[in-house]
C-alpha cells in the first residue's frame, strides 16, 4: 500500500500530523475570502496591481487599498451588515491594535477547531477600523496559510495568503511578520527562490523561531534533509513549539530515524496534548515499527480529541494491513465523504488509500484506477512546482503507475530515485510502482535500494502488492543480504 498513515506532512499510507483539517471552501460568504469580485476582477488581482499606476494618478492606490480592506472586513462577520441593502447599519471601528492581539491570541492555538477562522474575523475587523495596519494583513496572512494547512493544502487560502502578505510588504517592508507570511505560502506554492529571499530578510530583521522554522520547511521543499533539520533544531532552541516537534519528528520518519522521530512526536504531546497532530503521528511510527495495537490507542486518543479525516484514514490503514479490507474501505470512503467537513476530497493520500483498498477488493478495478486518477489530479501540480522534492515524485509515480499511467510514471520515479537521498521509503514506494507496472526487475532493484539504505525486510512482509514478488528466489537473496536486521 505505502501511501499509508498521515503524518504531519504525510508520508505512506498512515498520516502524521498535519496534514490538516478543515477545507470549508466557499461553504458561506465569511468563508470566501478573496473569492470577491470588484466590477468583475478578482479582489487578489486588484491587490496585486494595485501600486502600479500610483505615479500617474497618486490618489489611486491608497483609495484601492482602502476599498480592498474595507471589502475584506465585509467577507467577515460584518457582511451580512454592510454588503447588503438593508442590513443594519456597520459597527463603528473598533480598537484595531486590540483586534490585532485577540487574532494573534488565537493563532497560538490554530489546530483547535474554530481558531483559524475567528482570527481572519478578528484581523478582517481590526483592517476595517486600520485599513494600512502592515501587521494586521501579515497576522491574516499567517491565518490564511493555516486555513490551507488545515485543509489539506488548499491552493485557492495560500494565494489569498500571498497575497495579503504582498499588500502588508507594501505598506511596510521593515516588518518580518509580512516576509514570513510571504515566504510561508511562497514555499508551498512552490516559488522557493522568491521564499529564500524573503525569509533571509525575515532573518535579517529579526532572528525568530518562526524565521528558523520556515527556512527548515524550505529545506525540506528542496529535498535537502539535513539542512531542515538543522533549521528545525534552530528553531527549538529559540523557542520550543508543537508545531515545530512534529515537522522535525516527521523529518525523522521519513529518514527512518524511528527513535528520534518517537522522541519528536511525543515532546509535541507534551507541549499540546489537545492537538490531533503528535497523536497521529506518533499512530504513525508505533505503526511503522510494527505495533498496531499502540498505534491504535494512540489513533483513539486522537479521534477523542476531534474526529478528522486522517485519523479515519490511518485507522483504515490498520485494517487494511489485517486483511479486513471491506472495513478499511469503509473508513477511508468516511474519511473522504464524512469526517473534517470534507477534507478528504482535498488530500491525494485519501484518495491513494481509497485505490489501494479497491485493488484488493472483487470487481472493483475501475473505482481503482478512478481513484489514483483522482490521487495524480490533486499531487501533480504540487510535485511540478516542487520539482526537486523526490518525495511528492515517488508518490506521483507510484500513483499513476497504479491508475494504468506507465508512461508518466517512470519519469518520475527515476527523478525520485535519482534524488532520493538514500531514503528506504522513496525506495521502496518505487518497487511497488515497478511491481504494478510488471517491471520485476526495476522492482527487485529499488527494492534492493531501500535494503541498503536500512529498510529492515520485514517491512515489506505485509504489504499485499508484493505478495508475488515475494515468492521470487531474488527477493530473498536480497532480504538475506540486507544489512538492517529485523
Known amino acids: 500500500m505505502l501511501?499509508?498513515?498521515?503524518?504531519?506532512?504525510?508520508?505512506?499510507?498512515?498520516?502524521?500530523?498535519?496534514?490538516?483539517?478543515?477545507?470549508?471552501?466557499?461553504?458561506?460568504?465569511?468563508?470566501?475570502?478573496?473569492?470577491?469580485?470588484?466590477?468583475?476582477?478578482?479582489?487578489?488581482?486588484?491587490?496585486?496591481?494595485?501600486?502600479?499606476?500610483?505615479?500617474?494618478?497618486?490618489?489611486?492606490?491608497?483609495?484601492?487599498?482602502?476599498?480592498?480592506?474595507?471589502?475584506?472586513?465585509?467577507?467577515?462577520?460584518?457582511?451580512?451588515?454592510?454588503f447588503f441593502p438593508g442590513g443594519e447599519p456597520a459597527a463603528a471601528p473598533a480598537d484595531s491594535l486590540a483586534l490585532?492581539?485577540?487574532?494573534?491570541?488565537?493563532?497560538?492555538?490554530?489546530?483547535?477547531?474554530?481558531?483559524?477562522?475567528?482570527?481572519?474575523?478578528?484581523?478582517?475587523?481590526?483592517?476595517?477600523?486600520?485599513?494600512?495596519?502592515?501587521?494586521?494583513?501579515?497576522g491574516l496572512a499567517r491565518a490564511y496559510w493555516y486555513r490551507s494547512k488545515l485543509a489539506g493544502r488548499d491552493p485557492h487560502s495560500l494565494e489569498q495568503s500571498k497575497a495579503v502578505a504582498e499588500q502588508a510588504l507594501r505598506y511596510d517592508r521593515h516588518l518580518a511578520a509580512a516576509h514570513l507570511g510571504f515566504a510561508f505560502a511562497a514555499v508551498e506554492l512552490g516559488e522557493l527562490e522568491a521564499a529564500a529571499t524573503a525569509l533571509a530578510e525575515a532573518e535579517r530583521l529579526e532572528p525568530s523561531a518562526r524565521a528558523a522554522y520556515g527556512r527548515g520547511l524550505l529545506a525540506g521543499a528542496r529535498g535537502e534533509l539535513e539542512a531542515a533539520g538543522a533549521a528545525y533544531h534552530e528553531a527549538l532552541a529559540r523557542q520550543e513549539s508543537a508545531e515545530v516537534w512534529n515537522a522535525l519528528g516527521y523529518l525523522e520518519l521519513r529518514r527512518q530515524h524511528?527513535?528520534?522521530?518517537?522522541?519528536?512526536?511525543?515532546?509535541?504531546?507534551?507541549?499540546?496534548?489537545?492537538?490531533?497532530?503528535?497523536?497521529?503521528?506518533?499512530?504513525?511510527?508505533?505503526?511503522?515499527?510494527?505495533?498496531?495495537?499502540?498505534?491504535?490507542?494512540?489513533?483513539?486518543?486522537?479521534?477523542?480529541?476531534?474526529?478528522?479525516?486522517?485519523?479515519?484514514?490511518?485507522?483504515?490503514?490498520?485494517?487494511?494491513?489485517?486483511?479486513?479490507?471491506?472495513?478499511?474501505?469503509?473508513?477511508?470512503?468516511?474519511?473522504?465523504?464524512?469526517?473534517?467537513?470534507?477534507v478528504g476530497t482535498n488530500t491525494a493520500l485519501l484518495w491513494a488509500n481509497l485505490g489501494d483498498c479497491y485493488r484488493q477488493l472483487p470487481g472493483r478495478a475501475e473505482d481503482a484506477r478512478l481513484a489514483f486518477r483522482r490521487a495524480v489530479q490533486l499531487i501533480e501540480g504540487e510535485a511540478a512546482a516542487k520539482s526537486g522534492d523526490a518525495d511528492l515524485r515517488s508518490r506521483l509515480g507510484l500513483y499513476l503507475a497504479k491508475a494504468g499511467e506507465g508512461d508518466a510514471a517512470r519519469p518520475e520515479l527515476a527523478a525520485a530515485l535519482a534524488g532520493d537521498g538514500g531514503q528506504p521509503g522513496i525506495r521502496l514506494r518505487a518497487a511497488l510502482a515497478y511491481e504494478a507496472l510488471g517491471d520485476r526487475a526495476a522492482a527487485l532493484a529499488a527494492l534492493g535500494g531501500a535494503f541498503a539504505a536500512g529498510l529492515p525486510a520485514t517491512a515489506v512482509a505485509g504489504e499485499p502488492e508484493l505478495a508475488a514478488l515475494r515468492a521470487d528466489p531474488a527477493f530473498h537473496r536480497l532480504a538475506a543480504a540486507s544489512p538492517v536486521r529485523p
Not at 475567528?118 to 486600520?130: D, P, V
Not at 506518533?282 to 477523542?304: H, K, M, P, W
Not at 473508513?331 to 469526517?339: L, S, W
Open 3 to 82: 501511501n499509508g498513515f498521515t503524518a504531519e506532512h504525510d508520508d505512506k499510507r498512515f498520516s502524521p500530523v498535519g496534514i490538516d483539517i478543515g477545507n470549508r471552501m466557499a461553504e458561506s460568504l465569511d468563508q470566501l475570502g478573496f473569492t470577491f469580485l470588484y466590477h468583475g476582477t478578482p479582489l487578489c488581482m486588484i491587490i496585486r496591481n494595485s501600486a502600479a499606476p500610483a505615479r500617474r494618478r497618486p490618489w489611486r492606490a491608497p483609495l484601492l487599498a482602502g476599498l480592498v480592506v474595507a471589502l475584506l472586513g465585509l467577507a467577515g462577520a460584518g457582511a451580512r451588515h454592510a
Open 258 to 342: 524511528l527513535a528520534e522521530a518517537e522522541d519528536a512526536f511525543r515532546r509535541a504531546i507534551a507541549l499540546a496534548p489537545d492537538a490531533i497532530f503528535g497523536h497521529r503521528n506518533l499512530a504513525t511510527v508505533l505503526f511503522t515499527r510494527g505495533d498496531a495495537s499502540a498505534a491504535a490507542a494512540e489513533l483513539q486518543r486522537a479521534i477523542e480529541i476531534e474526529p478528522q479525516a486522517s485519523l479515519y484514514t490511518n485507522l483504515g490503514t490498520l485494517l487494511f494491513y489485517q486483511g479486513l479490507y471491506a472495513e478499511a474501505e469503509s473508513a477511508f470512503r468516511h474519511a473522504i465523504d464524512q469526517a473534517g467537513d470534507g
Open 100 to 138: 490585532y492581539r485577540a487574532g494573534i491570541a488565537e493563532l497560538e492555538t490554530w489546530y483547535r477547531p474554530g481558531r483559524v477562522e475567528a482570527a481572519i474575523g478578528h484581523f478582517q475587523e481590526a483592517l476595517r477600523a486600520s485599513p494600512h495596519s502592515a501587521p494586521s494583513l501579515a
